[in-house]
């Protein structure tokens, strides 16, 4: 299984600022995806993150607001824009390595907005 | 698109004791059945999976079956110890050649083993 990292694993942000969370796997892999999840609720695909192409959001998600870059087959990276309150959350990072449709998660990012 | 449905919510059982999470799901394509766990703050961890070929897989106290007529699927956890204790999350994915890997969650069961 890919072993995978986050950075920050935590932050506390002003509302109308930007916030870059940074996804690292140990190894090559086909697919990297970012997740939402909330207090206490499930996980909610935002984005699918795909190597030399745009990323592809799920319905409810925008490029403006979660815009991600995918530079090579180990690394991705979330930016939540313009910040509100409602921003606040867990994100998570995932990999799937090899097309074997196993998904293995990063530890996550507290987001709190204030 | 794909909509996963779990059930129960909550479950308590007796240190011992089995527990049964279900899951139900809408796209007949779908073809892989993942479970993961998930401790207080802690990441989803994978614990067992089941692709649409197979009608149960087990490891150890952990077995997953799969019913692709009807369209759902379950973890079954036998001799339950406190350290089970956790939110289990089951999901699908698969279901076309656009979709790929990505995984649709149910909405979670928070299972807790008394001892």
């Known amino acids: 299984s890919a072993v995978i990292s986050q950075k920050p694993s935590r932050d506390i942000c002003q509302r109308g600022t930007s916030l870059t969370i940074q996804c690292q796997v140990d190894?090559?892999?086909?697919?990297m995806f970012w997740y939402r999840q909330q207090p206490g609720q499930s996980l909610t695909l935002i984005a699918t993150a795909n190597q030399g192409s745009e990323a592809t959001y799920e319905s409810g998600f925008v490029i403006d607001k979660f815009p991600i870059s995918r530079p090579n087959l180990t690394f991705s990276t979330l930016t939540v824009s313009n910040m509100s309150p409602e921003d606040s959350s867990i994100y998570l990072c995932s990999a799937d390595g090899q097309g074997t449709h196993e998904q293995y998660f990063g530890p996550g990012t507290r987001l709190t907005v204030t | 698109g794909e909509n996963v449905e779990q059930h129960p919510s909550t479950l308590s059982v007796q240190e011992g004791d089995s527990a049964v999470i279900k899951c139900t799901y809408s796209d007949s394509a779908s073809n892989y059945f993942p479970w993961y766990k998930q401790e207080l703050g802690k990441r989803p961890q994978l614990i067992i999976d089941i692709r649409s070929n197979v009608g149960e897989k087990k490891d150890q106290r952990i077995a997953v079956t799969l019913n692709k007529t009807a369209k759902h699927f379950s973890l079954h956890i036998t001799e339950t110890q406190p350290e089970d204790s956790a939110v289990y999350f089951c999901?699908?994915?698969?279901?076309?050649?656009?979709?790929?890997?990505?995984?649709?969650f149910g909405e979670g069961t928070q299972l807790t083993v008394n001892p």
């Open positions: 999901a699908a994915s698969g279901g076309s050649e656009t979709s790929g890997s990505r995984l649709t």
């Open positions: 190894s090559q892999v086909t697919m």
